[in-house]
């Protein structure tokens, strides 16, 4: 728990609940998509925006972002990302939100501070960016490629008043497969806080794992959490709340490197009701 709480990670290990799910391996541009984004600000507030090059939407300004390439680490990505788009280097201070679109597509976005570099000017326009500026007004009033970003700029600037989380980065810690590391926590009736455990062979904190089938990848990060609801808490399986992220782990190559992630995850579930405690608890 401690670990965990703190952001950390260990070795995964091959023992998952419930039924095995077809895990040939994530790859990268094959069967899943990574991206990095990242949210920058300089002394006087100003946000790092870039003007797009790509033809489909070349002239619009976003935050830098960018695929994740096979053999990379995350905040590695991140970082090359923030260099080709806007000529800058930077370092993380934390993840702000991880999601998930369409089937294993997942973006990671950074809270960055930049550290060198100089801004991309349009004289130095490329296949990556035509330039980048620090924008200090209200974005929306620049033409952006996308409104995604807005809610990403609320919780950085949210961060910045008061961190409502601890710094999360990546940890370098190898995983073959996309799982979760879950933390199921609930409060039952007199407040006394419940944590789920897998209890086959050495108690742990249970682990599911995201099968590679495409109908698998479809359902995204929450299907194995949903399977393991069901599997755990018959007939009627608590609504999940949603899912806090608690830490990462990824590492791209040495022994057991590859394209999974391993996401620590936080889950409350609604304390049982008195009827659902009574059919539970057998009298006697
Ligand atoms: C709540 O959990 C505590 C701690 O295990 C236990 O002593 C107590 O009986 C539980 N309350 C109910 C109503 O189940």
Redesign the pocket.
């Given at each position: 728990l401690d670990a965990v709480l703190g952001g950390g990670g260990w070795d995964v290990g091959g023992t998952f609940e419930g039924p095995p799910q077809p895990t040939g391996p994530i790859r990268l541009g094959k069967n899943v998509c990574y991206v990095v984004l990242a949210v920058l600000f300089n002394e006087e507030d100003g946000v790092l925006l870039v003007q797009e090059a790509k033809a489909e939407c070349r002239g619009k300004w976003y935050l830098p972002a960018g695929r994740m390439e096979p053999g990379e680490g995350i905040v590695a990505a991140m970082r090359r990302e923030v260099k080709e788009e806007t000529g800058l280097e930077c370092q993380p201070l934390t993840l702000l939100a991880l999601e998930e679109r369409g089937p294993a597509w997942i973006r990671f976005a950074f809270l960055a501070r930049p550290t060198g570099g100089t801004l991309k000017t349009l004289a130095e326009a490329d296949s990556e960016s035509l330039q980048a500026t620090w924008w200090p007004g209200d974005p929306c009033s620049l033409p952006l490629r996308a409104l995604d970003i807005l809610p990403l700029l609320d919780l950085a600037a949210r961060y910045r008043r008061g961190p409502p989380h601890p710094p999360t980065l990546p940890q370098a810690l190898p995983c073959p497969l996309l799982c979760l590391r879950l933390l199921v926590a609930f409060t039952?009736?007199?407040?006394?806080l419940?944590v789920l455990v897998a209890t086959s062979g050495t108690p742990r904190l249970p682990m599911v794992a995201c099968g590679t089938s495409p109908a698998e990848l479809r359902g995204g990060l929450r299907r194995p959490v949903l399977r393991l609801l069901r599997d755990c808490f018959p007939p009627d399986p608590p609504p999940p709340g949603p899912l806090g992220l608690l830490g990462l782990q990824h590492q791209a190559e040495g022994p057991g490197g590859g394209d999974g992630v391993c996401f620590n995850v936080l889950l409350s579930i609604p304390p049982p009701t008195t009827s659902k405690?009574a059919q539970a608890?057998p009298p006697g």
């Open positions: 039952n009736t007199t407040g006394d419940w405690m608890t």
